[in-house]
């Protein structure tokens, strides 16, 4: 395999990296909760918070939380591929 050895100007660099960077929308924890449950479960919860490693979910559906609870270890699989900065969920 063969190296490309074209060097870019800096400033090119620095352009092409801000382009990148601004067309990325951040994640907020709301959008990994959706993207981890889904639209249905997502619009059931009250409210979803982020402290010292952990995801707060708040619902008043009994069914929901039964539900967050039995999947509970494969959400939280998918929602760490998404943010490994996340530890565990509570649910309440």
Known sequence: ??????????????TEFL????????????DLWRKAVGAKINAATISVKFKDGTLLINTVDNKVKSNISSTKSEILEKIQRLNSNIKQIIIS
Do not use: E, H, Y
């Open 1 to 14: 395999m063969k190296r490309n050895l074209k060097s870019k100007k800096i400033n090119t660099l620095i």
């Open 19 to 30: 382009k990148i960077s601004k067309s990325r929308k951040p994640m907020t924890f709301r």
